[in-house]
């Protein structure tokens, strides 16, 4: 059962900037819409589970929820898993982000009633201030750094959800997002609007 996993990550979601979930405080999680989708890309810098070297991964985790906040659960979950894994990193990639390996991606175990298939896919990334992310065939996400007048990268501070990526609660980036996807399986369309970046450092031991 023990696994590690560190890298970044992009998170857009449905809500307005910036999404309540991210405050970590039940009573104020409660979705814009009164339902919410999200996706985040995890790229992995390094880890391993069951010997498995994880690093140079790339997954792309879909959520939508009926809410109206986010532990109403209900939610149906697919995950997308970079076509350059093998079946080895696929099953362990599989078994952590949905939960079924412990650790922080528990959560999603208790929030996600409905896995839909994963899929492996072509996933291109361009980083920068305006960061752009594809799944071939399925969608994409824009991500745009929100800066200050002096042109400083807006920043929010020990919230709450950032404890789900970082044991240590460091600083998350602001940044705005909008979305095209086709997912005729997912109940809602994915007009995004909120979005952050951050980092994940995962270990079950």
Known sequence: MAWNLRG?????????MLCPCWYGVKELMVMDRGWCNTTQWYLIQGGRSAEVDLGTRTVVLTMDFPGPTLF?????????????????????????FQGKKGG???????IVANWLPTKEARIDINEGDKTTA????VGQVESNLLKDE???VMTTQNVGFASFF???GLNTQLAPS????????LPH????????????NWRVD
């Open 72 to 96: 109403d659960g209900n939610g149906t979950g697919r995950l997308y898993i970079d076509d350059g894994a093998s079946a080895e990193q696929r099953r362990e990639l599989e078994g952590i």
């Open 189 to 200: 369309p994915m007009e995004h609007r909120s979005g952050a970046r951050t980092t994940v």
């Open 150 to 152: 002096s042109g400083r």
């Open 8 to 16: 970044r990550v992009i998170e857009t979601c449905s809500c307005n």
């Open 104 to 110: 922080a991606p528990e959560l999603l175990g208790n």
């Open 166 to 168: 970082n044991a240590d």
């Open 134 to 137: 594809r799944v071939a065939g």
């Open 178 to 185: 909008s979305a095209q996807w086709s997912d005729s399986e």
